[in-house]
């Protein structure tokens, strides 16, 4: 019996000791990641973003209208990443599952300050006023530097620079009450 407690102790003993491991592990992955966004640093896979909708501007990036333009931000933005990296961002056509990719990705980071090459996004289902919404649908973009904003046109169905941050603020914060979130790919 003696053996067998001391096996149990040994066996709980590495469990608890893999398991602090992992935490520590998980800790330390996250503190990397919060120096990135602390010294507010430009990435090098936020660059490329910036690069690829730099050269996005003016086009129609979901071409096959599979989404009406009037709601079709979301679905830009996935076509953009998808040019940039090969794969969407997620979500679909809808800003509030775009918005929970972000948020679960460890490719991207919650940020509080953009930077060029960071997603805007300011998600339906998130506003604190339903039934009276002014401003009937969340939107997503990238944020383009100089206080721009890059997003899909919901008249013209193109890729254009159509905001501002203050404009986004008034229309999608102010009269939506949409909260503004931005996210920084780190990977």
Not at 120 to 126: A, E, K, V, W
């Amino acid at each position: 019996m003696v053996v067998t407690a001391v096996n149990l102790q040994i066996v709980y003993l590495k469990s608890k000791l893999m398991q602090t491991l992992l935490q520590l592990l998980a800790s330390l992955t996250d503190k990397l990641r919060t120096l990135v966004v602390q010294k507010n640093a430009p990435t090098i896979a936020g660059n490329k973003l910036f690069e690829i909708a730099k050269s996005s501007l003016g086009q129609e990036l979901t071409p096959k209208d599979e989404v009406p333009d009037s709601v079709a931000c979301m679905s830009t933005m996935n076509a953009l990443h998808k040019k940039a990296f090969g794969e969407p961002i997620g979500g679909d056509a809808s800003t509030y599952l775009g918005y929970l990719a972000l948020r679960d990705s460890k490719k991207w980071v919650k940020v509080s300050s953009p930077l060029q090459g960071d997603v805007c996004i300011s998600p339906s289902g998130f506003n604190d006023a339903e039934g009276k919404k002014v401003v009937p649908n969340g939107h997503i973009g990238c944020y383009m530097g100089n206080n721009q904003i890059a997003s899909n046109s919901s008249t013209t169905g193109l890729f254009s620079m159509n905001y501002s941050l203050f404009d986004w603020r008034y229309r999608f914060v102010q009269l939506g009450h949409y909260p503004l979130w931005f996210f920084r790919k780190v990977l």
